[in-house]
């Protein structure tokens, strides 16, 4: 089965917009949300196939879960009781993930703990102990896979464990996109890939570890551009300062373009003076800081560019292209974390 994760709002894609896309997609059979809000917004937007729900639920989000007709994935006793309570008093079932601890060390149950997690599901007939899964610590971040199989031993050993206490668990899963790109054995019988959904590698590292198997290059293509428009123009003389604390400083008289988007939109401050929009099919680099609402770039050597012109922050344009993995090198952080942070209010459009 197929559990494509559209998260933090769909990884930036938007959650809306993913789903409409991903329902055409019959091999979809799950999506995976982090919240309740978010799992009813999904709902809202026409998903009728199945929710995992990651994160956690909180005791007024108990009866939604059920309502919504989730699937969570279980790391909280006191969570657990009151869902079985619930279920048992609706005369329903609900089908629960336990998500085991091998060494990630975040939500995980541990041995010692999933003797309690057992008794519990005895309790109520409305809990069923559906899948057993697990997420890796280290996959993408490094090309030694060691601790990765460690985890995975470590999985074989607490399934047999659950087996052992009388909650058997139907179904197995733990590969997420870097594990599902390079390793079969962690596929199981569910994988929930997020990032690769949407045309990413995870990591250099996942990259490299795939293409010393064998791989090859055009297993990814991105699926988001993000686009602006020039709003401003203007010529700013040598030896001028440009933006908030004066951190850029003309040699030369030059053309700027202002740019109506900011890290208010996901366009991040470590970008400042670092990173390059395409206009025109060309590279026009950020000068001085980025600001809230607004972004201004050298547009010197970009011929006969105008007020209104399309301007590229991640994307293709002719032989150029600004991606998030780009973004993320000159911000320092990772695709991830450039996708996820694209604003909620940036106009989404689904082609
Ligand atoms: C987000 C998430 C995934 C997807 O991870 P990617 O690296 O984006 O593929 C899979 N499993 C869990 C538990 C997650 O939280």
New binding site residues.
């Given amino acids: 089965m197929l559990a494509v ?1 559209v ?1 933090a709002n769909g ?1 930036g894609h938007g959650l809306a917009e993913m789903v409409t896309l991903l329902k055409d997609e019959n091999r979809v059979d799950y999506i ?1 949300m ?1 919240s309740v809000s978010e799992a009813e917004l999904a709902r809202k937007s026409g998903w009728d196939r199945k929710i995992m729900l ?1 994160g956690p639920f909180s005791t007024d989000e108990t009866a939604a879960v059920i309502e919504l007709d989730l699937e969570p ?1 279980i790391f909280e006793l006191g969570s657990l009781e009151q869902l079985g309570r619930l279920a048992s008093q609706k005369n329903v079932v609900v089908k629960t993930h336990l ?1 085991l601890e091998t060494g990630t060390n975040r939500q995980g149950i541990t041995e010692k703990e999933l003797s309690k997690f057992a008794a519990v599901y005895q309790k109520y007939n409305g809990l069923l102990p559906y899948g057993a ?1 697990m ?1 890796f610590a280290n996959i ?1 971040d490094t090309t030694n896979h060691e601790y990765a199989q460690e985890q995975l031993d470590r999985f074989g050993e607490l399934v047999i464990c659950m087996k052992e206490l009388g909650i058997d668990p139907e179904i197995k899963h733990t ?4 594990a ?1 790109i390079l390793f079969d054995k962690t596929r199981f019988d569910l994988v ?6 949407y045309g990413y590698w ?1 990591s250099k590292e996942t990259y490299l570890s795939y293409q010393l198997a064998g791989g090859g290059n055009d297993l990814f293509e991105p699926v988001l551009s993000w686009k602006t428009r020039v709003t401003q123009l203007k010529q700013v003389e040598k030896d001028s300062f440009i933006g908030y604390g004066c951190s850029y400083r003309t040699t030369a008289t030059i053309k700027l373009a202002v740019l109506p988007i900011g890290y208010y939109d996901g366009y991040g401050r470590s970008l400042s003076n670092l990173a390059y929009v395409l206009i025109e099919g060309k590279r026009a680099p950020v000068r001085g800081r980025i600001c809230m609402n607004l972004t201004m770039v050298d547009v010197t050597d970009v011929e006969g560019v105008k007020v209104g012109d399309e301007v590229t922050l991640i994307g293709q344009d002719g032989s150029e292209a600004v991606w998030a993995d780009q973004l993320a090198e000159w911000g320092q952080t990772i695709n ?1 974390e450039v996708l996820a942070r694209l604003s909620a209010s940036i106009d989404r459009l689904a082609i």
């Fill in positions: 994760s998260k990884y995976t982090h990651l994935m998500k899964a997420h993408e590969a997420s996109s870097a599902l929930r890939p997020g990032l690769s959904a995870p991830y």
